[in-house]
């Protein structure tokens, strides 16, 4: 006859599971399918094993090089792509990834997770067709939720940036300024054909910069189709 004994104080006990495989009697939800890339090994790592802890996630792709995280894209299903902005030396650059990934693969969520700095062009990214960024400085949880909210459609910034207004936002003024910034005219040459004085028309264009979150007439020419009259 066999008696039950119990484990031993040092034996591993089995954790129970975090979701059931079903809830309420329906199906448990999906988890979201994952790529990371990051070249920074400890990083990539780091982050897909604090990842792979949660029930939400699923990781199905890692890599170093931009590369091979396009040719697994092309294979594999993928929600959320979480991706450095600044990759080794020899790969592609953001603002080279960012429009190659949106152009190839519409329906995936892009969100970077780096070290930003206060010279990093926020509208520029999100232009581009990033769904959110999420600091390096950040508690890794908060890299977490932005995934979930990448994966709903929804815009998610760090907690000490904003959102920039939309080219929408802007004053019939305003807008007409920056249109003709783009048609590659100076403050003055934009006072002379609209009969202002250059001080009003200066006044407009920081306005429409301010608002936009932009510094000057560069990243005015990055957001061009995005500023193109309605």
Not at 10 to 15: D, E
Not at 23 to 43: F, K, S, T, W
Not at 107 to 133: K, V
Request: some cysteine; charged content about 25%.
């Amino acid at each position: 006859m066999l008696v039950a004994t119990a484990a031993p104080e040092w034996a591993p006990r089995l954790r129970a599971p975090i979701a059931s495989p079903r809830m309420n009697g329906l199906p448990a939800p999906r988890p979201l399918r994952l790529a990371l890339l990051d070249d920074h090994e400890i990083a990539r790592r780091g982050t897909a094993l604090h990842l792979s802890r949660d029930a939400r996630f699923s990781i199905v792709a890692s890599h170093a090089h931009s590369d091979d995280l396009i040719n697994d894209l092309g294979r594999i299903d993928v929600d959320v792509a979480i991706i450095d902005l600044t990759l080794a030396c020899g790969d592609r650059s953001s603002t080279e990834l960012i429009p190659l990934l949106r152009g190839n693969f519409p329906h995936l969520a892009l969100l970077a997770f780096a070290t930003l700095s206060p010279n990093t062009n926020i509208p520029h990214l999100l232009a581009a067709g990033i769904r959110g960024l999420v600091s390096k400085a950040e508690p890794l949880p908060m890299l977490s939720e932005a995934i979930v909210q990448a994966s709903r459609g929804q815009t998610r910034l760090p907690p000490d940036r904003t959102q920039p207004a939309s080219s929408n936002d802007l004053s019939r003024n305003e807008r007409e300024v920056l249109q003709l910034v783009l048609e590659g005219l100076t403050v003055s040459e934009i006072a002379l054909r609209r009969h202002r004085s250059v001080k009003t028309i200066s006044t407009q264009k920081v306005a429409a910069l301010r608002k936009l979150g932009l510094r000057n007439d560069a990243e005015i020419y990055a957001m061009r189709r995005q500023l193109a009259a309605p």
